[in-house]
């Protein structure tokens, strides 16, 4: 698709002063305008991409600033204004007594084709996290992003949008977010608040968010995904390596820990005994930095990643890049010493070996993914509390788990797994619920006697709850039964929150 720029600059040069206004609108440059500063007692500047010039020679006075301040919205706590209908942004500064002494007067564009490069990531229903330098265009993305899943693929989408950042200001949201819901946010700090909110009230299937700068935000995005909601979204920060050492919102990739390993484990990897590892499961499933504009780094596996970042290893995104006709080309390819890279060998198509072993809950057990979402089982032993390491190589693997496909694909390497004492377990598709229902087999495991305890007890606080409407808290969960909680409560139309930390987190289910 072609890209189709909106930028209503009709609506955001008429606040400006006449003797700032009149010299913009003849500028043979002004479709590129960036935005317009003001600063009290300097010359008014124009900045366009990579220069910037001066409007006038006449330095801005107070009555240039009030004459913009009264015709924009109201400024929030963020010192932010808007024009309603409209995509742009009044920012103000002021001075020790509160008054304004400068305003940057950015233009906001909506840019229709802008999400075609990462389209395939968007509909795949992944939670995604974009990266770049301010003014890079994440905004721009994420407005698009969420107009591609409401219109296109009919999602119900809610834009939390603080300081009516993605949307525009006034309470008629702009046409650029298409038939998504956009909640508000009436201050900064509330954005945490409302990002539950608007999971609890108004069941959601995506939800947009713009800018995650705290631990409370990153903690209600980990919520959201907890929930099954796709989260897109941006964060503070220009690569992924950058967000790895940053402490309040690294848990958004996983978190990082220290960890002492055994002798025998040292040994095995070939490292020191206290290592940094990987917390928890991402919250976020692909990672993408924006490197310029129009050209991307994607990382579709942030779990392998960050465990190859925190083993010291550089990791090789997928670069993508539009081209000036507008062509999206892939510079290259994920060549991550991943798992699933070292099962793409070829075999023969005949059906392969399907072995059940026991496996002992008292032991480590090394489970090599053939083909199978390291991320993905990382999280099932997880939340199922399994005694379970990934290995590394098949030939250390106490047991292989595979898709289908893989094994027909693989079907003689796999039987000399199986001939070397190492059992197969295959599943049909590579997904969570599968992985799941593997481990369970392969430990055998009564799948339904957790689930049922946890949906009983669910249940029975709901009855309480609707009787007296006073909360009730359940006992600690695992992430993936906390989930079949909150659904439940949904069911019955009551709101639900997961409190306290692991592993003593649980759920907490009321009226309001």
Do not use: W
Not at 181 to 207: D, F, G, S
């Amino acid at each position: 698709m072609e890209q189709q720029i909106t930028d209503d600059l009709t609506m955001l040069l008429p606040v400006l002063p006449p003797r700032i206004r009149e010299p913009l609108e003849r500028h043979p440059a002004v479709h590129n305008l960036l935005e317009v500063i003001l600063d009290l007692g300097r010359e008014p500047e124009a900045r366009f991409p990579g220069t910037y010039e001066l409007v006038s020679d006449t330095p801005v006075s107070e009555d240039d600033i009030e004459y913009v301040v009264s015709r924009v919205g109201e400024f929030g706590d963020d010192n932010r204004a808007g024009i309603p209908r409209t995509l742009h942004r009044i920012s103000a500064i002021r001075n020790r007594q509160g008054r304004i002494v400068g305003l940057t007067c950015r233009v906001g564009r909506s840019v229709l084709g802008t999400v075609d490069i990462i389209r395939d990531v968007v509909e795949d229903g992944h939670s995604l996290l974009i990266l770049g330098r301010p003014g890079i265009g994440k905004t721009t993305k994420l407005r698009e992003m969420a107009r591609v899943l409401a219109d296109e693929l009919q999602k119900r989408v809610v834009v939390v949008d603080t300081s009516n950042e993605i949307a525009g200001d006034g309470d008629i949201p702009h046409p650029a977010i298409g038939r998504a819901r956009r909640m508000q946010v009436p201050r900064v700090a509330q954005q945490h608040a409302v990002m539950i909110e608007a999971v609890e009230n108004h069941m959601p299937e995506v939800i947009v968010i713009d800018e995650i700068g705290t631990t409370d935000e990153a903690m209600a995005s980990r919520t959201i995904a907890e929930r099954g909601v796709q989260l897109i979204g941006t964060a503070h920060g220009t690569t992924l390596d950058n967000l790895l050492q940053n402490p309040t919102l690294n848990d958004l990739i996983g978190g990082i820990q220290v960890v002492t390993l055994s002798d025998e484990e040292a040994r095995r990897r070939g490292t020191q005994k206290t290592v940094l590892e990987r917390k928890a499961p991402p919250t976020f499933d692909v990672v993408i930095e924006m490197v310029e504009q129009d050209k991307l780094a994607v990382y579709a596996n942030v779990a392998e990643v960050v465990d190859l970042l925190l083993r010291g290893g550089s990791p090789t995104p997928e670069v993508r890049f539009m081209t000036a006709e507008g062509v999206i080309e892939r510079l290259s390819t994920v060549t991550l010493p991943t798992l699933e890279a070292e099962a793409e060998t070829h075999g023969d198509t005949r059906d392969g070996p399907h072995v059940s072993p026991k496996l002992p809950h008292d032991k480590a057990v090394y489970i090599f993914p053939y083909g199978v979402a390291r991320n993905k089982l990382e999280r099932a032993i997880r939340e199922m509390g399994l005694n379970a390491v990934m290995a590394r190589h098949l030939e250390d693997a106490d047991v292989i788990i595979t898709v289908k496909q893989q094994e027909r694909r693989d079907a003689h390497r796999l039987e000399e797994a199986v001939r070397a004492g190492i059992p197969v377990h295959v599943i049909r598709s590579n997904t969570y619920q599968q992985i799941v229902g593997a481990l369970h087999d392969l430990y055998h495991m009564e799948e339904m006697d957790t689930e049922l305890a946890a949906l009983h007890e669910a249940r029975a606080a709901i009855r309480e709850v609707l009787a007296t409407s006073h909360p009730v808290e359940l006992t600690p969960r695992n992430a993936y039964l906390r989930r079949l909680q909150h659904q439940l409560a949904e069911q019955h139309q009551l709101f639900s929150e997961s409190v306290g930390s692991e592993p003593y987190r649980r759920v907490r289910i009321m009226k309001e």
